[in-house]
């Protein structure tokens, strides 16, 4: 199911992510110190293939609204300008640069800078949530899988988290449909598994700071 935005919502949406853009952006960009490396200061490394799968996603999403087709290409042009690169273009960001991508307009380099310093975007953030049921959400997630392949493993296949996602891959369910075969199997299987490892991580993380430290007697 696609979440469609009524048109007052759209406008409220669009007035609060001119007001976000607008705090967040002013002169944004990170200062090392002599012998640091911007990259070093990033508290998110992502990668030109991150950026744009986000910004192939958002053109999805925006097309499946029916959206202005040229706002559309401008995001998939953002994308396949940011992929041919020959660099990282997350220092490019952070430093304040503008790299050479073709057609990069200001408001969107501001948002890909957010997700070079952050790790997030709002927009994007805001559009998922506003348009994406929160199992598909949670599918998008994995790597290589974009908001109609999520609707699609919700919709048709059942399909509403990651583990279950990885089970029906382990277990050969998704290639007797069309469109996925056992290379797209085996790719989303090693996707759910990034997913779930970086999650046992995180939460192993989170229990060892937990964990209350054993009182001593003074000595």
Known sequence: MFY???????????????DHMFQFTQSVQLMPDPGESVESLLPAQVSNQKIAEVLFNIAT????????????????????????????VGPIFARGEKPAV???????????????????????????????????????????????????LAGQLDIHSVPMLLEAAERQRLRAYY???????RRLAEGALVV?????????????TSVPQPHLPAA
């Open 179 to 185: 469109g996925f075969g056992p290379r797209s199997e």
């Open 4 to 18: 469609a935005l009524t048109g007052a919502r759209r406008a409220a949406w669009r007035a609060e992510e001119a």
């Open 102 to 152: 073709p057609g990069l307009g200001e408001r969107l380099r501001r948002k890909i800078t957010e997700l070079v310093l952050s790790g997030h975007m709002t927009f994007y953030d805001d559009l998922c949530e506003e348009s994406l049921p929160e199992d598909v959400r949670d599918l998008m997630r994995v790597p290589h899988v974009g908001p109609r392949t999520a609707l699609r």
């Open 61 to 88: 999403i925006l097309e499946m609204q029916q959206a202005n087709p040229y706002r559309i290409q401008a995001y998939r042009n953002a994308a396949r300008g940011i992929l041919a690169l020959g660099e990282p």
């Open 196 to 208: 779930l490892a970086h999650e046992a991580r995180a939460d192993g993380e989170t229990e060892a």
